[in-house]
């Protein structure tokens, strides 16, 4: 469930300032059995496991765990074996997620941190690793300036920005459903971020901004928020929560019989929410951010078949994030023949990856000087059944996400690295 995640009302200037100055002790939680002999390579996860993104960041986890497998199974990273170690970084507290950054990189000396699904928490996160000089993969918080306005040489980005999700649905929202457009908000990183890009898009196609709410994280009752939209008669209601929030609202909509009024659209759904709703509130029209249901794409069947074998269930784009994340990590080390953090990170800078780790169409590529990734995207909409268990999202469109994203000179990205 996105992204993402929320700071809970703490200011940016607040999050960089514990993220310059927090340092903390915790305890740890190996998954891997630590061999003898070498030292293994350790990733850090500073993840949710707790709070509104507790799903979510326990499927990318399950993505990670299938990669350390894969990876050691075929001779480690260096011919080392890799380790997680996991902390929680709960959903929605910036100052925890500063302090499981500082645990894990000053006692457990890991050589990767990963983190994390909430946007704000990634934020927070990245200023920790950029003053350490520790290499940061970001698996799943999408807000723009991770890699943007606030990059660095030692940050990446698995997860689409927020403006690549918005480029891939907006115009055609606007096209097919009308021009009056109302938006829920999450009040975070992440959701400010989709809105600012549903602006530019608005006025780039001249449709109008009639409302906005911004609710805060784990809000349970949408009851207000909802009436406010249909009182300002939308043609479309844009849902941009994340995690249990979008599974609540999207159940209240039904319930209010909004969806029998207005056009239901967001920016990215997940198909955690989608399995946790009822078919009546299966609903809207969406971005999904990888699919499981991918006929003839290579390495895809295999990839379901690995992760239905370990958890029972088919992998969502979280699991994608967090599998493709620590494999790219992987690649970088072994392509760069260390661990020093500039290194991989020189490495991994524009680095294409391969079918068995892309695991979509087309070319997919950490962008040099700037260090989002960009593949593919699918834009469709929500259905109660497909025609197999879990297929419950209709894709309309693949879209080749170099044809939406905003050069590395838009994004503000100015990468700057060490001499």
Not at 136 to 160: K, N, Y
Not at 216 to 244: E, F, H, M, R, W
Request: charged share 20%; hydrophobic share 40%.
């Amino acid at each position: 469930m996105d992204d993402k995640g929320s700071s809970k009302g703490i200011s940016r200037r607040t999050i960089l300032k514990m993220a310059a100055t927090t340092g903390v002790a915790a305890i740890v939680s190996p998954r891997i059995v630590l061999a003898t002999g070498e030292q293994p390579v350790k990733f850090g996860i500073d993840n949710p496991l707790t709070g509104t993104y507790a799903i979510t960041g326990r499927n990318e986890l399950h993505g990670m765990e299938l990669a350390v497998e894969r990876i050691n199974a075929k001779g480690g990273i260096l011919g080392r074996e890799a380790k997680l170690i996991v902390e929680d970084s709960t959903s929605g507290d910036a100052g925890v997620a500063v302090q499981k950054a500082h645990k894990l990189i000053e006692r457990d000396k890991v050589d990767f941190l990963i983190g994390n699904v909430n946007s704000g928490l990634a934020e927070a996160i990245s200023q920790v690793a950029y003053a350490k000089g520790v290499f940061l993969m970001d698996p799943g918080g999408h807000a723009d300036p991770i890699t943007g306005t606030e990059c660095h040489w030692d940050v990446f980005q698995t997860c689409p920005s927020t403006t690549l999700l918005v480029n891939a649905i907006a115009p055609s929202l606007i096209k097919r459903f009308g021009k009056k457009f109302y938006f829920l908000v999450p009040d975070y990183a992440f959701g400010h971020g989709l809105l600012d890009a549903y602006n530019v898009n608005l006025k780039k196609y001249g449709a109008t901004n009639v409302g906005a709410d911004l609710i805060p994280l784990g809000t349970s009752d949408y009851s207000s928020y909802l009436i406010k939209a249909q009182a300002a008669s939308p043609d479309v209601i844009v849902i941009l929560q994340n995690g249990d929030d979008q599974t609540n609202v999207l159940k209240q909509t039904v319930q209010f019989g909004l969806d029998k009024r207005f056009h239901i659209a967001g920016a990215n759904i997940e198909l955690e929410t989608l399995e946790a709703l009822p078919p009546e509130a299966r609903i809207g029209n969406w971005v999904i951010e990888w699919y499981w249901n991918q006929p003839g794409v290579p390495h895809v069947e295999e990839f379901v078949a690995a992760i239905k074998k370990k958890t029972g269930r088919v992998p969502t784009a979280r699991t994608w994030f967090g599998h493709t994340s620590i494999q790219a990590c992987a690649l970088a080390a072994n392509k760069a023949k260390s661990l020093e953090p500039v290194k991989v990170a020189r490495a991994l800078d524009g680095l294409v990856l391969p079918p068995e780790i892309a695991l979509q169409p087309g070319s997919v590529a950490y962008r040099a000087d700037q260090h989002g990734l960009i593949g593919t995207l699918w834009a469709g909409h929500a259905q109660a059944k497909g025609t197999a268990p879990d297929d419950l999202f209709h894709i309309d469109v693949t879209i080749d996400s170099h044809t939406i994203a905003p050069s590395v000179a838009e994004t503000g990205c100015k990468m700057v690295w060490p001499s």
